[in-house]
């Protein structure tokens, strides 16, 4: 991308574009709220932060900044499937978008002070290559008192859209010993690190080992207890009956070269989704869309 000419374009008092790591191309939104940053690769927010608050997002301070590789923080983009491929053909885990180029579409300074952007991205020849499907694909951003994410889905087939997605979102926490979830009680979930068992969640979510969770029949808001940060981090979300919880702990995180071996403990994973049987059909030439706030 031309960056010049994409300022040219596209920037507007409180949105410019800079150069980011890796090269990759960054807008950065700074208005009477808050500031942010996102990644027009893989079209990803990787920065939010309310004036006079502390960041609300984590990112790994080894993350891969680099075409080809997904970056480890944030808000990833998991579409058209989330979790390792489902038809077992070898294709991406978590996708076909998280690692593409997307294309700047509109950026707008809202009436309540807010500034939204929309980043977009159709199908290509490697992506019909591996997965037969036309799309149009919108992420829209809106940086405001809150974080806004909303995932769009244009389903321009003539046929039907099956999928599952997620805004796999990492939260920064002060302490994981420490931090509570609310708002999954009586949830069932699908427990990954123990074989796929399904389990029943009774009271608050606490981390204190590997987890990886997909909760289902999720309604209503969830909430992050961050105790050594002395803060509370609502999570809202529309278009969506599932949650995914998780947090590698110190066995996955030696494993992984782009994630710090502590760095577990400054994070957490709640992620807005539709996961396991939470799947989403998008009528032909329809649309759908997952938002989390």
Known sequence: MDLEKLNAQCAIEEIEFVEGPGGLIIAEVSNDHARARISTYAGQVLSYQPHGH??????????????GKAIKGGIPVCWPWFGP????????????????????????????????????????????????HHFALAIEVT??????????????????????????????????????LEGLYDCRYIDKVDDDREKHQQG???????????????????????????RRIRIGSEGSNSAVVWNPWVEQSA??????????????CVETTNAGPDQVTVQAHGEYRLTAS
């Open 255 to 268: 494993t992984m070269g782009d994630f710090g071996d502590d760095e577990y403990r400054r994070m957490l």
């Open 54 to 67: 502390d960041e609300l997002l984590f990112a790994s301070e080894r993350a891969y900044y680099q075409p």
């Open 143 to 180: 940086v405001g008192q809150q974080l806004d994410v909303s995932l769009i889905t244009i389903n321009t087939d003539n046929s039907d859209l099956v999928l599952t997605q997620a805004l796999h979102t990492y939260f920064s926490v002060g302490d994981i010993d420490r931090v509570n």
């Open 204 to 230: 608050a979510v606490t981390v204190g080992g590997q987890t990886d969770r997909i909760y289902t029949g999720v309604s209503g808001e969830l909430m992050i207890r961050d105790p050594s940060l002395s």
């Open 85 to 132: 491929d489902p038809e077992g053909k070898g294709r991406p885990s978590h996708g076909l978008v998280r690692t593409a180029q997307w294309e700047v579409l509109l950026t707008q300074q809202m009436e309540d002070g807010a500034t939204r952007i929309r980043l977009g991205i159709t199908e290509d020849k490697a992506t019909l290559a591996i997965w037969p």
